[in-house]
């Protein structure tokens, strides 16, 4: 019996973030639970390709679009599962185990959210995202999402948008999104960066314009001018 797991990472210049997110995939290959490897690319300039090359993926390319890209990986996956995560969200040990049950109880679910730094700030924001995720059911990217094929082809797929992909699948799995019992870890590079509250600011104000009926081509172009 084939494993049935696809892992599916959207790339873009992403090759001092990649490495450590595939290096915590091994788990999940020792356990006989991943299929395949799906590196959706963006038009990368960097050294991305020739890593996801030498771990053995399967490389899809095109227009640099998360939604898109997370929309082309998903046709060429062939596992019964399938597992979306960002480049820069590192799997925690033991996750392995929390796929599978879950796999087996059936049902969409995310990771609660952790970041690669300390203090205070890491863990209200952290703090803020699961708690957004529980109570609206609105997980975004970077908590990765673990679904059957049935259940991906029944809603739609991503959506091939620039930005709040995430967000609409969100929406259209409402009441059936499940946290699994772990915590990734994903890069705080842009909060270090930008300010805990101005990143997480930035972020709110996206997500209420987009609720609101903002082109996420237009939202998309603004967040890529805060980068």
Known sequence: MRAALTVVIPTLNADAALPACLAALIEGLEAGLIRELVISDGGSGDATLAIADAAGAVIVQGAPSRGGQLRRGAKVAAGEWLLFLHADTVLPA???????????????????????????????????????????????????????????????????????????????????????PLRVRTSAARYRRDGWLRRGGRNLILLCRYFLGADPARLAARYRASK
């Open 94 to 180: 033991g996750w392995s185990g929390a796929v599978s049950d879950h796999m087996a109880r059936g049902g969409a679910a995310y990771f609660r959210l952790g970041f690669d730094a300390g203090g205070g700030m890491a863990w209200f924001v952290a703090g803020w995202a699961n708690l957004r995720s529980r109570l609206f059911g609105l997980p975004y990217g970077d908590q990765g999402l673990l679904i059957s094929r049935t259940e991906y082809d029944a809603v739609g797929g991503y959506p091939d948008i620039a930005l709040m992909e995430d967000v609409a699948m969100a929406r259209a799995l409402r009441g059936r999104l499940t946290a699994l």
